[in-house]
């Protein structure tokens, strides 16, 4: 594995061919996010967007939890920076940039074009959700609670939770009563509402089936895989006949794979032909 993908927040390891296991690395705080673990989830995702041997990700919280979402203590302290600036005009800034740097760090989860399974245990609260927004699939264990627990802390969620959930749950109903309440919800709900799509019994079974299954994506045609990424990115955030146009063009140049003429080669009617 590069040497290069050492964080002070985030442990990173390749355990098979093509899969990275990226764990938030402050166990003791809970995985709390402070400003140098957004930082360190952008610089990451960056670098695995690019790596040529990453084909698919396990994003997962190290210790007896996912994420307690933001550090209280960061945000605190952020809040109280604007405090010190005496221009109302001059403050708005400040918290738009605050605001516009930690957004920034959870879209370079979302634009990583490599697919991006969450595997999720014990507590996953506010900014944790932004963050699995931020991934293609979602696994859990059966111990965790979530919370939307934003409005609870006086805010409307502003890094992912109301900006890309809307787009793939399944049950508004459902959601929006989780989002002006911020009341805790099981794996059941969560299910319900489409946020997750399965449920293990422990942490090993939970870590074991979401690395099965970034394995069996990495075996796949890597063009075709990143390119279904993003186009279904894409088609998420545009109407019909942009995505038809948008599709046509990155195929122009994505059909010149030799992936295509060695999957064809290998259909079992070539095979049985090249017999005769
Ligand atoms: C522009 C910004 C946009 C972003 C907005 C994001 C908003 C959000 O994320 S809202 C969610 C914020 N999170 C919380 O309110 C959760 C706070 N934590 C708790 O309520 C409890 O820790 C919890 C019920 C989750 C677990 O309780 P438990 O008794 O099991 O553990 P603790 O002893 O409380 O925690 C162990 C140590 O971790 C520290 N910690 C946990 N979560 C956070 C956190 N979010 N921020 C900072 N620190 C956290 C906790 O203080 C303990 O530390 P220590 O005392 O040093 O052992």
């Given at each position: 594995?590069?040497?290069?993908?050492?964080?002070?927040?985030?442990?990173?390891?390749?355990p098979?061919?093509?899969v990275?296991l990226v764990e938030l690395?402050r166990?003791?705080k809970?995985?709390?996010?402070?400003e140098?673990?957004f930082?360190?989830?952008?610089t990451?995702?960056?670098q695995l967007?690019?790596?040529?041997?990453c084909?698919?990700i396990?994003?997962t919280?190290?210790?007896r939890?996912f994420?307690?979402?933001?550090?209280i203590?960061?945000?605190?302290?952020?809040?109280?920076?604007?405090?010190?600036?005496?221009?109302?005009?001059?403050?708005?800034?400040?918290?738009?940039n605050?605001?516009?740097?930690?957004?920034e760090?959870?879209r370079a989860?979302d634009?990583c074009?490599?697919?991006?399974i969450a595997a999720?245990?014990?507590?996953?609260?506010?900014?944790?959700?932004d963050?699995i927004?931020?991934?293609?699939?979602r696994y859990?264990?059966?111990?965790?609670?979530?919370?939307?627990k934003?409005v609870?802390?006086g805010?409307?969620?502003?890094v992912?939770?109301?900006?890309?959930?809307?787009k793939f749950?399944?049950?508004?109903?459902?959601?929006?009563?989780l989002?002006?309440?911020?009341?805790?919800?099981d794996?059941?709900?969560a299910?319900?509402i489409?946020?997750?799509?399965?449920v293990f019994?422990t942490r090993e079974a939970?870590?074991d089936?979401?690395?099965?299954?970034?394995?069996?994506?990495?075996q796949?045609?890597?063009i075709?895989?990143?390119?279904?990424k993003?186009?279904?990115?894409?088609a998420?955030d545009?109407?019909?006949d942009d995505?038809f146009t948008?599709v046509?063009t990155?195929n122009s140049g994505?059909l010149?794979?030799?992936?295509i003429v060695?999957s064809?080669?290998?259909?079992?009617?070539l095979?049985?032909?090249s017999k005769?």
């Amino acid at each position: 594995m590069s040497s290069s993908l050492v964080y002070e927040t985030l442990k990173v390891s390749q355990p098979k061919p093509h899969v990275f296991l990226v764990e938030l690395n402050r166990p003791k705080k809970l995985n709390a996010m402070n400003e140098q673990l957004f930082n360190d989830l952008k610089t990451c995702f960056e670098q695995l967007n690019k790596h040529d041997e990453c084909r698919a990700i396990v994003l997962t919280g190290n210790g007896r939890t996912f994420s307690t979402g933001i550090d209280i203590m960061y945000l605190s302290n952020a809040a109280a920076a604007s405090v010190e600036i005496d221009d109302v005009a001059r403050k708005v800034l400040h918290n738009r940039n605050m605001i516009q740097r930690i957004q920034e760090c959870l879209r370079a989860v979302d634009r990583c074009e490599k697919p991006i399974i969450a595997a999720i245990h014990g507590f996953c609260l506010g900014a944790g959700i932004d963050l699995i927004a931020c991934c293609d699939i979602r696994y859990s264990s059966s111990d965790t609670t979530f919370s939307i627990k934003e409005v609870d802390m006086g805010l409307a969620a502003d890094v992912g939770t109301l900006q890309i959930l809307p787009k793939f749950v399944t049950n508004h109903n459902i959601f929006r009563e989780l989002v002006y309440t911020s009341r805790k919800f099981d794996t059941n709900e969560a299910q319900q509402i489409g946020l997750i799509s399965r449920v293990f019994d422990t942490r090993e079974a939970l870590l074991d089936a979401a690395m099965s299954l970034a394995h069996l994506i990495a075996q796949k045609s890597s063009i075709a895989v990143q390119g279904s990424k993003v186009n279904l990115n894409y088609a998420r955030d545009h109407n019909v006949d942009d995505n038809f146009t948008f599709v046509r063009t990155w195929n122009s140049g994505m059909l010149l794979t030799e992936d295509i003429v060695n999957s064809i080669m290998a259909t079992p009617v070539l095979k049985e032909k090249s017999k005769l």
